[in-house]
Every structure is written in structure tokens, then in C-alpha cells.
């Protein structure tokens, strides 16, 4: 994962204009198209999604305290390497193996 690109989201706001999840082969995957709030335009992957729990999201939504935790640290991995959350309304909130950031 891109450490300058990670540091514009985490901890951030950013609006989701574009989410999708996959499931295949027993792996879900989740993507989302969000702005940050410097108005920058990012493709984020989370692969291996596990315990995704959404409550009142509507299309787009906003994430207004976007948080990733690395619990590698830890020494947890696969699907509970990283922890995502929205620590401001708790609308998101998932685990997830790898994380891909482009712009």
C-alpha cells in the first residue's frame, strides 16, 4: 500500500460516489470511487473482506472520519490484517487482507 496516498485518506473525510462488492471463490472483495477533501479523485480495493457491516448508507455517502487500522503488528493476518472504519458515524466498518490505493 502507497504510504503518501494512505495518508490522504486515513483519518480523513472522503465521499463515495461509486461502491461495489464482490464475492468469489469464497473472497470478497470490496471497491469504492471516492473524493477527498482536497477534491483529489481515488480507486480504493480492500480484497478479502470479512465482518462488513454497513447501516445507513445511502448513495453517495460520506465517511466523514475515515479510519485504517494495521493490526499486522499484532500478528493478525488474512482476512483481519487491516481494520476499516467510520469513526464518526459508524456507517462502515470491516476487516480486509490487502488494501490497493490508486489514483
Not at 1 to 22: R, T
Not at 37 to 46: G, P
Not at 62 to 79: L, M, R, S, T, V
Amino acid at each position: 500500500m502507497n504510504k503518501s496516498v494512505f495518508a490522504e485518506i486515513n483519518g480523513k473525510s472522503v465521499l463515495v460516489d461509486n461502491f461495489s462488492v464482490l464475492c468469489e471463490n469464497g473472497f470478497i472483495e470490496l471497491q469504492m470511487r471516492c473524493v477527498t477533501e482536497e477534491n483529489k479523485s481515488l480507486f480504493i480495493v480492500f480484497r478479502n473482506v470479512s465482518k462488513l457491516n454497513l447501516s445507513d448508507v445511502s448513495y453517495p455517502f460520506q465517511i466523514c472520519g475515515f479510519e485504517i487500522k494495521d493490526n499486522n503488528f499484532y500478528g493478525y493476518e488474512k482476512d483481519s490484517r487491516y481494520f476499516i472504519n467510520d469513526y464518526e458515524d459508524n456507517a462502515i466498518s470491516f476487516y480486509c487482507e490487502i488494501i490497493e490505493i490508486t489514483n
